[in-house]
């Protein structure tokens, strides 16, 4: 827990935080005097930021005079200095309106969540769908292709298609297909694929006399699980981390794509900071290496009271944290809204 500074102390904290954020450059006493309405000569200011730098709040570049703030001083103005920057209704129009002209299926609303958090905070987005595995079966429903072939939609409750061309048993009929669709359907309804297991498969295969017919509702089955183990990451952003003065730096971008690269690692950070509400991590609170000179925004949103996933994004500490965490909040929730559309 940081220690308790005065109110003085608050505002010039605040106002090295909200000027670095703002130009990328180290803040000196000077800069702050001339930019910032504090009430105090410039001299009060620097013993203000030295006092600030000895307890740990700010830092010393070699390379200047002037000070930044540290993960300790991000930590504090996140907690209790930040100003609040809430989506304009302007904004939440123009989110809403591109949401109806952009998206059509489901994938396509997790795709572009990301693409539209990365263009307004100018930072990586991350989207962590909901798991397969996690949401419940709805129908299973067959289409005619042709004399020979059909179309098999699985479809879940979060809205997840899975489509398949099969081939018909010879024999068959798209009228036996249909009844085993029902047969599917009145024993599976309701269940998480994760949790469908041989006794709901064998009192199927019990209904379903056909064996050939059963095989054709296995296969689509374990299609299904099948790609329910492969979690949906989606991300957005990474040209337009180049634009931040931090990753002018060759190598820094090089060894920040290469990380991003690394799914599975995103994946797990995302799932550690998997929880109710807004979660901020900064700087050196970061537990992987790569990330001690970032801060991760996340939010998780939820379905009927069902975890679903993760959305964040992922920056420099020098990040717009007031905006960034405005929109999160936003799209959070308006993300919920946009995949109830899917619903059947």
């Not at 200011?45 to 540290?70: C, F, Q, W």
């Not at 997790?110 to 962590?128: G, P, R, Y």
């Not at 998997?274 to 979660?279: A, K, N, P, S, T």
Request: hydrophobic letters at 40%.
């Amino acid at each position: 827990m940081s220690e308790p500074i005065d109110e003085r102390k608050q505002r010039v904290l605040k106002a090295v935080i909200d000027d670095y954020i703002e130009t990328a450059e180290p803040v000196g006493s000077r800069t702050l005097a001339r930019k910032y309405d504090l009430g105090v000569s410039p001299a009060t200011i620097r013993n203000e930021m030295a006092d600030l730098e000895m307890l740990g709040y700010l830092k010393h570049l070699h390379t200047s005079s002037g000070r930044v703030p540290s993960s300790k001083g991000y930590r504090f103005y996140v907690d209790g200095l930040i100003p609040p920057k809430p989506v304009s209704e302007e904004e939440k129009a123009l989110i809403d309106r591109w949401y109806n002209a952009k998206v059509k299926r489901i994938d396509e609303v997790f795709q572009e969540t990301a693409h539209i958090i990365s263009q307004v905070t100018k930072n990586v987005s991350l989207v962590l769908a909901p798991q397969f595995t996690q949401a419940k079966f709805r129908c299973l429903q067959f289409l005619p292709l042709d004399d020979y072939r059909v179309i098999t939609v699985l479809m879940t409750d979060a809205g997840f298609i899975e489509n398949k061309i099969i081939e018909m048993p010879s024999g068959a009929t798209f009228e036996d297909f249909q009844r085993m669709a029902r047969v599917i359907n009145d024993n599976l309804a309701g269940h998480t694929l994760d949790t469908i297991h041989h006794h709901a498969l064998s009192e199927i295969r019990d209904e379903i006399s056909d064996e050939p017919l059963y095989e054709s509702a296995l296969e689509i089955i374990h299609r299904a699980l099948d790609t329910g183990k492969k979690e949906r990451l989606y991300l957005g952003g990474t040209t337009q981390m180049l634009d931040q003065p931090e990753f002018h730096d060759v190598e820094k971008v090089k060894e920040t794509l290469m990380m991003l690269e690394e799914e599975e690692l995103i994946k797990d950070i995302l799932y550690a900071h998997m929880g109710d509400g807004l979660e901020v991590t900064i700087g050196q609170e970061n537990e992987d290496k790569h990330f001690k000179d970032s801060s991760i925004i996340t939010a998780t949103y939820h379905l009927d009271g069902e975890l679903l996933g993760t959305i964040a994004v992922l920056g420099p500490t020098r990040m717009e944290y007031a905006k960034a965490m405005s929109l999160l909040e936003y799209m959070n929730s308006n993300l919920t809204n946009v995949i109830k559309r899917f619903h059947w």
